[in-house]
């Protein structure tokens, strides 16, 4: 019998659910059909425990493209964590992973939502601190309890929603559109979402995250964990106020701005992948709160398409690179990766938006509709700024990558030697390159004509084709006094540093708790308390007892002490 192992079994497993679930999404949006399935798992006397599941087109399209993505990261980790001792474990984290995912996927309600919500946040700590250096585990904690926050809200939203009668959210949309108790759910389930996508001001943790395996990062950052926070405001989008939306659109409009120059500043890999993550996050945000959900939603999937792949061709560099991460040890991998460097770029211009890769279909809509739509100078300068800034470090990474010279010790053993690795990029290359426009096709069957002048339709080209020649041209700066980075070093470290946002949710939040720890516990409990409690009365005790033992030596000097002291007192009283 032919031995299969565990990622194999889970690959195949994942796949073929996927291909099932996308083309059962594809009848639903054809049929325009949406399924509730109600499960009672308990009934005592009169009181029941019921568990609902929601599958229309959206969710079983999402469900098919996570599964999918799985797939192919699983059979990537084969390779990619060979040599690991507990792959299995590994294996079975990543499962836990999607099945969290899958349970807030099909959730009208918010109980079974905030279970799946907990098992997320959980499962990525367990993920973020695999490598177990304190590093990752500080990671870990920050990824945990910026989630944490995301919880409460959520366990704040369902303790109002008793007023309601259930839990079920989906039955209250359009019932309670502009009522107050909808305003409070709304706004908590927004700041739930923040967290969940890393919105200002929680984004210091997804960088962060970066801990965690590149296997895991290509899933959280594809469709898994900060998707999941999009996935719950496009669900409840119907009911956001005027008020709210604007929130949500000057929010995700500063992240997405923040995370495009923060990339521009960045030196490692794997961080720069994970700032343009963010930069898209916002992206669906803003265009979410415009009202345009779907248009978001099919972002989501192609963005998930183009970021995986991305991730794991940089997963491929760092595993051949002897586990370095830094672009400017690298260059000329064009010659000594072509296959890897050949994902790479495509990924990178799907992610910029290049014609006819799936990142185009998406993107050009969105900033075609943002055109089109009624958009003050501040946000219409973010979304276009934020798209030349993306353009901008991809090409910056491409040059610093792919191209020059080779800048580490020629001595590592460089090439494309991981089948597995190579299979699982190719898969999703294929999607990278197609699912656009199959999409699209799907999604919106009629054609949308967005009819703008001609330099707002040509603007979006000339962005992004600025973005790129200045990405190009900030990265041919030679090492040296000239350096523009260390010249205005201020600047570069402000806008480098996420705008000193780790300072002042990470650093600056848990500074002063932990100094003033330190400082109570050497003043009170190594201090003072210490000397007059549990070793200053050790300490007495111990000199008492040596006293006491001392005097009982029975000592010759000790009785002709007493007996002369003795004299002396009854000669004194007898003169007295």
Same mark, same amino acid.
């Given at each position: 019998?032919?031995?299969?192992?565990?990622?194999?079994?889970?690959?195949?497993?994942?796949?073929?659910?996927?291909?099932?679930?996308?083309?059962?999404?594809?009848?639903?949006?054809?049929?325009?059909?949406?399924?509730?399935?109600?499960?009672?798992?308990?009934?005592?006397?009169?009181? #029941?425990?019921?568990?609902?599941?929601?599958?229309?087109?959206?969710?079983?399209?999402?469900?098919?493209?996570?599964?999918?993505?799985?797939?192919?990261?699983?059979?990537?980790?084969?390779?990619?964590?060979?040599?690991?001792?507990?792959?299995?474990?590994?294996?079975?984290?990543?499962?836990?992973?999607?099945?969290?995912?899958?349970?807030?996927?099909?959730?009208?309600?918010?109980?079974?939502?905030?279970?799946?919500?907990?098992?997320?946040?959980?499962?990525?700590?367990?993920?973020?601190?695999?490598?177990?250096?304190?590093?990752?585990?500080?990671?870990?904690?920050?990824?945990?309890?910026?989630?944490?926050?995301?919880?409460?809200?959520?366990?704040?939203?369902?303790?109002?929603?008793?007023?309601?009668? !259930?839990?079920?959210?989906?039955? $209250?949309?359009?019932?309670?559109?502009? /009522?107050?108790?909808?305003?409070?759910? !709304?706004?908590?389930?927004?700041?739930?979402?923040? *967290? /969940?996508?890393?919105?200002?001001?929680?984004?210091?943790?997804?960088?962060?995250?970066?801990?965690?395996?590149?296997?895991?990062?290509?899933?959280?950052?594809? /469709?898994?964990?900060?998707?999941?926070?999009?996935?719950?405001?496009?669900?409840?989008?119907?009911?956001?106020?005027?008020?709210?939306?604007?929130?949500?659109?000057?929010?995700?409009?500063?992240?997405?701005?923040?995370?495009?120059?923060?990339?521009?500043?960045?030196?490692?890999?794997?961080?720069?992948?994970?700032?343009?993550?963010?930069?898209?996050?916002?992206?669906?945000?803003?265009?979410?709160?415009?009202?345009? &959900?779907?248009?978001?939603?099919?972002?989501?999937?192609?963005?998930?398409?183009?970021?995986?792949?991305?991730?794991?061709?940089?997963?491929? %560099?760092?595993?051949?690179? /002897?586990? !370095?991460?830094?672009?400017?040890?690298?260059?000329?991998?064009?010659?000594?990766?072509?296959?890897?460097? *050949?994902?790479?770029?495509?990924?990178?211009?799907?992610?910029?938006?290049?014609?006819?890769?799936?990142?185009?279909? &998406?993107?050009?809509?969105?900033?075609?509709?943002?055109?089109?739509?009624?958009?003050?100078?501040?946000?219409?300068?973010?979304?276009?700024?934020?798209?030349?800034?993306?353009?901008?470090?991809?090409?910056?990474?491409?040059?610093?990558?792919?191209?020059?010279?080779?800048?580490?010790?020629? +001595?590592?053993?460089?090439?494309?030697?991981?089948?597995?690795?190579?299979?699982? +990029?190719?898969?999703?290359?294929?999607?990278?390159?197609?699912?656009?426009?199959?999409?699209?096709?799907?999604?919106?069957?009629?054609?949308?004509?967005?009819?703008?002048?001609?330099?707002?339709?040509?603007?979006?080209?000339?962005?992004?084709?600025?973005?790129?020649?200045?990405?190009?041209?900030?990265?041919?700066?030679?090492?040296?006094?000239?350096?523009?980075?260390?010249?205005? $070093?201020?600047?570069?470290?402000?806008?480098? &540093?996420?705008?000193?946002?780790?300072?002042?949710?990470? $650093?600056?939040?848990?500074?002063?708790?932990?100094?003033?720890?330190?400082?109570?516990? #050497?003043?009170?409990?190594?201090?003072? &308390?210490?000397?007059?409690?549990?070793?200053?009365?050790?300490?007495?005790?111990?000199?008492?007892?040596?006293?006491?033992?001392?005097?009982?030596?029975?000592?010759?000097?000790?009785?002709?002490?007493?007996? %002369?002291?003795?004299?002396?007192?009854?000669?004194?009283?007898?003169?007295?």
């Amino acid at each position: 019998m032919m031995y299969m192992s565990i990622c194999f079994i889970s690959f195949l497993f994942l796949f073929i659910f996927s291909i099932i679930l996308i083309f059962m999404g594809f009848y639903f949006i054809i049929s325009d059909m949406i399924y509730f399935i109600e499960w009672d798992i308990i009934s005592f006397n009169t009181s #029941s425990v019921v568990m609902t599941f929601l599958f229309d087109w959206m969710s079983l399209l999402f469900m098919g493209f996570v599964f999918f993505i799985s797939s192919l990261v699983i059979l990537y980790s084969e390779d990619y964590m060979d040599g690991d001792m507990n792959i299995n474990r590994f294996i079975l984290l990543v499962l836990m992973f999607v099945m969290s995912m899958m349970f807030l996927i099909i959730s009208p309600n918010m109980i079974s939502i905030l279970l799946g919500w907990d098992g997320l946040g959980l499962v990525s700590y367990c993920l973020v601190i695999y490598y177990q250096n304190v590093k990752s585990y500080n990671a870990g904690m920050i990824t945990a309890l910026s989630n944490r926050i995301g919880d409460v809200c959520l366990l704040m939203a369902i303790s109002w929603m008793l007023n309601f009668g !259930s839990w079920n959210y989906i039955y $209250y949309l359009e019932l309670l559109k502009g /009522s107050f108790e909808m305003e409070i759910i !709304s706004f908590l389930v927004v700041v739930a979402a923040m *967290t /969940s996508s890393a919105q200002i001001p929680f984004s210091s943790w997804l960088p962060a995250a970066m801990a965690a395996p590149t296997p895991v990062s290509a899933l959280v950052h594809s /469709s898994t964990l900060v998707t999941a926070g999009v996935f719950l405001l496009i669900r409840f989008s119907v009911v956001f106020s005027d008020w709210l939306n604007i929130f949500i659109l000057l929010i995700s409009g500063l992240t997405m701005f923040m995370a495009g120059l923060g990339a521009n500043f960045e030196y490692d890999l794997s961080k720069i992948i994970a700032l343009s993550t963010l930069s898209q996050l916002g992206l669906m945000m803003s265009i979410l709160s415009m009202g345009f &959900s779907v248009l978001a939603f099919f972002h989501l999937l192609t963005h998930a398409l183009f970021k995986a792949l991305l991730f794991m061709c940089a997963g491929m %560099v760092i595993h051949v690179m /002897s586990d !370095s991460q830094d672009i400017r040890f690298m260059g000329n991998l064009s010659f000594q990766m072509p296959l890897t460097s *050949t994902c790479l770029c495509i990924s990178n211009l799907a992610l910029c938006g290049m014609p006819f890769l799936a990142g185009f279909y &998406s993107k050009d809509l969105i900033l075609e509709m943002v055109s089109l739509s009624y958009m003050n100078m501040f946000g219409f300068f973010l979304f276009y700024f934020s798209t030349g800034l993306t353009v901008c470090y991809s090409f910056r990474l491409f040059y610093y990558t792919l191209c020059g010279d080779f800048n580490m010790l020629s +001595m590592y053993n460089m090439g494309e030697y991981s089948f597995n690795m190579i299979k699982g +990029m190719l898969g999703l290359l294929i999607m990278a390159v197609m699912g656009g426009s199959f999409l699209s096709w799907v999604i919106f069957p009629t054609p949308l004509l967005i009819c703008l002048p001609f330099y707002l339709k040509t603007l979006v080209l000339l962005v992004s084709f600025l973005g790129g020649w200045f990405g190009y041209e900030i990265s041919k700066i030679s090492i040296g006094n000239k350096l523009l980075s260390i010249k205005f $070093y201020l600047y570069s470290s402000f806008m480098g &540093s996420m705008w000193f946002m780790p300072y002042i949710s990470t $650093y600056g939040v848990s500074n002063m708790p932990l100094f003033l720890g330190y400082k109570s516990y #050497s003043v009170f409990d190594s201090g003072w &308390s210490e000397y007059f409690g549990g070793q200053g009365m050790y300490m007495l005790f111990m000199y008492m007892g040596k006293i006491n033992q001392w005097w009982q030596y029975n000592n010759l000097k000790f009785f002709l002490m007493f007996f %002369v002291m003795w004299i002396i007192i009854m000669m004194f009283m007898l003169i007295i």
